[in-house]
Structures are given as C-alpha cells and as structure tokens.
C-alpha cells in the first residue's frame, strides 16, 4: 500500500501553496498543531525542548520541523511523499528530513527522543496497533507524544476509514488512503493500553466562522 499511499500524497503535496513567509506575529517559523493558520496551541505541548531530540511524524513540506530547530532542538522528520520532502528540502535546506514511512524509520532506526509529534499526520493515517509500540519504544523516560487531526466526520463511524484527499484539478481522479478515527475518550483509551500515562484528548475549538475543530492528543512515556 506504500506507493498508493506515497502517489495520493505526491498529488495532494503538489496542489498544495506551502506554509507562508510569515505569520501573523511576523514571526518566519511557527507552531501549528491546528489546520487554522495562527490558532491553537504551540509546541509548548511538546514541553522544554532545548537540546532535546525530536521527530516529526508525516513532516510535509518541514514548516512545523523548522520550528523545532529553531527552539534548539535536534529535530528529524519523515514522509513518505518525494514531493513534499522536496519542498522541506528547497526551503529549509538545513533540515533532518527522511523519505521514509513513520513505521520504517521507527522500527529501523535507534534513535531515542525526548518527544515524538505529528500533525495531521502519520498517527492519523497509520494504524495505531501499528505505531504506538513503536513510538513508545523510541521515546526516552518522560518523553512526550503529541499528534492533531480532525475529530470524526460522522458520529459513530470510528477506527479505519477511507479518506478521500482533495484532486488538484476538476475533474482528476479521486485520490484515497485510509484514516483512523476515534472519540477523545478511546484514544485515551488506546494510548493508556499502549503504556502512555499522563494522557489527555481534547477538541480544540475552531476559530470564529469556521466549523471544523483540531482533536488533539498527548501522552508521556512513564519514567
């Protein structure tokens, strides 16, 4: 299912403008753990990240990733779309980034990070059973795993669903992969039977006119 996956988000990359030069505050990088530019929290979620090592789960285009460098942390991303580690690399040419799935990199890899995040990511559109081992595994003692998407579309249709990504050009053929949708509840749940303590699930609410709010997920690995 890789390069299905990998192709739908190539198309999806490809459409999208990328972050903008500043934001609101002026500021060149910033944290968003929302889809709405300027809302929500920071990566004070992630907690102190001076000198610490972090990765990125599902980077995109590394404007979240370039933020983390900034905070002095040593931050590692990876995607598994060519296209958007291509637009991380043309504007952040000083970043970590890996043209790799979050599983591969994980399970590969050695690294031990102080936090773990992804946003609108790979712990949306990875099966949890999946990753969370491998994300607990990675973590030091205390580290921190934080990732944001979109609460369910539909009430009552949660775990594996399909997700149809928007086509670039009217008319293109619909591009599909697939998602993991759960209440705030069951992901405590789920990151509890994963050895997550600490865990909190909350739905951000959206900013004023919009209607879509940011399910937003944290927990820490026991010491």
């Known amino acids: 299912m890789r390069e299905q996956d990998a192709g739908a988000w190539d198309v999806w990359g490809a459409a999208?403008?990328?972050?903008k030069e500043t934001n609101s505050a002026g500021a060149t990088t910033?944290?968003?753990w929302t889809q709405w530019p300027d809302h929500g929290p920071d990566a004070k979620i992630l907690?102190?990240?001076s000198g610490t090592r972090v990765l990125d789960l599902g980077c995109g285009s590394g404007g979240n990733l370039a933020h983390l460098v900034t905070l002095g942390a040593e931050a590692i991303g990876v995607d598994i779309s060519p296209v958007q580690v291509a637009k991380a690399r043309e504007r952040w040419p000083h970043?970590?980034?890996r043209l790799e799935t979050a599983e591969e990199f994980l399970a590969e890899d050695?690294?031990?990070?102080e936090a773990v995040c992804s946003v609108f990511g790979a712990a949306w559109f990875t099966d949890p059973a999946e990753l969370l081992p491998l994300v607990h595994e990675r973590l030091a003692p205390g580290g921190v795993y934080a990732f944001s998407h979109n609460p369910p579309a539909l009430e009552g249709c949660y775990?594996?669903?399909?997700s149809q990504l928007p086509s670039p050009e009217q008319g293109a053929e619909p591009q599909y992969v697939k998602r993991w949708d759960?209440?705030?509840d069951r992901w405590t749940e789920i990151l509890q039977q994963a050895g997550f303590t600490e865990v909190t699930a909350e739905v951000i609410a959206?900013?004023?006119g919009k209607r879509t709010g940011t399910l937003l997920v944290r927990g820490v690995r026991a010491r």
């Open 206 to 208: 959206p900013p004023e």
């Open 182 to 184: 759960y209440r705030p």
């Open 159 to 162: 775990g594996p669903q399909a």
């Open 95 to 97: 970043l970590d980034v």
């Open 47 to 49: 907690g102190d990240l």
């Open 16 to 19: 999208r403008l990328g972050r």
């Open 110 to 113: 050695a690294y031990e990070f």
């Open 30 to 32: 910033w944290f968003n």
